[in-house]
């Protein structure tokens, strides 16, 4: 079965990184697109980056941009988010979430559980 | 910036029928937005509903379909039972480079 397992979240100080991964299993890993999604405490779901199924291509939320980097690795089924220069604001769960395509388009069928990120001094 | 706006919170009785929408601040919501729904009950991830405005996954409920209607994307929640309580997001694709999500809808069952 198809899992999605975070990790690497915890408290960080402002200005400092975090790096976050997202481990793979039950599916071709390699053939599907990944996104990062965010939840402040009592807040809705916020789109963080996505990234294509190869790697090639990487699209941010203005939020984020120029301080966050996914990246992945196929040969480890992982995907991972590179956050950088942190803020308060970034304080959430973090999800990964998987992204296929078929004839009627794209979607996001399954998520991880999500890792806390905790932006604290 | 995109805002992609949907109800704040809805109530429904139980074994009635409730709609939810989603407006793009870009007009008209249509099948290239590809609208995703999604489920989200209190401390658990969000679970996918709806995808192409119109196709289910393989694990939703048959109560719940989705369309496009008067320029949103729509959630249809037919024969409501209690455990639908929840918040529902929407979310749709902006030309392949970025995607919203709705503020979210939160589904009292009264």
């Known amino acids: 079965q198809v899992q999605l397992v975070e990790s690497g979240g915890g408290v960080v100080q402002p200005g400092r990184s975090l790096r976050l991964s997202c481990a793979a299993s039950?599916?071709?890993?390699?053939?599907?697109?990944m996104h990062w999604v965010r939840q402040a405490p009592g807040k809705g779901l916020e789109w963080v980056a996505v990234?294509?199924?190869?790697?090639?291509?990487?699209y941010y939320a203005d939020s984020v941009k120029g301080r966050f980097t996914i990246s992945r690795d196929n040969s480890k089924n992982t995907v991972f988010l590179q956050m950088n220069s942190l803020r308060a604001e970034d304080t959430a769960v973090y999800y990964c979430a998987r992204e296929g395509y078929d004839v009627s388009g794209y979607y996001c069928d399954y998520w991880g559980q999500g890792t806390l990120v905790t932006v604290s001094s | 910036q995109t805002v992609v706006t949907q109800e704040p919170s809805l109530t429904v009785s139980p074994g009635g029928t409730v709609t939810l929408t989603c407006a793009s601040s870009?007009?008209?919501?249509?099948?290239?937005?590809?609208p995703n729904w999604f489920q989200q009950k209190p401390g658990q991830a969000p679970r996918a509903l709806i995808y192409g405005a119109t196709n289910k996954h393989s694990w939703t409920p048959a109560r719940f379909s989705g369309s496009l209607l008067g320029g949103k994307a729509a959630l249809t929640l037919s024969g409501v039972q209690p455990e639908d309580e929840a918040e529902y997001y929407c979310l749709l694709y902006y030309g392949g480079t970025h995607v919203v999500f709705g503020g979210g809808t939160k589904l009292t069952v009264l």
């Open positions: 870009t007009g008209a919501v249509t099948s290239d937005y590809y």
């Open positions: 039950g599916f071709t890993f390699r053939n599907y697109g």
């Open positions: 990234i294509w199924y190869d790697g090639r291509n990487k």
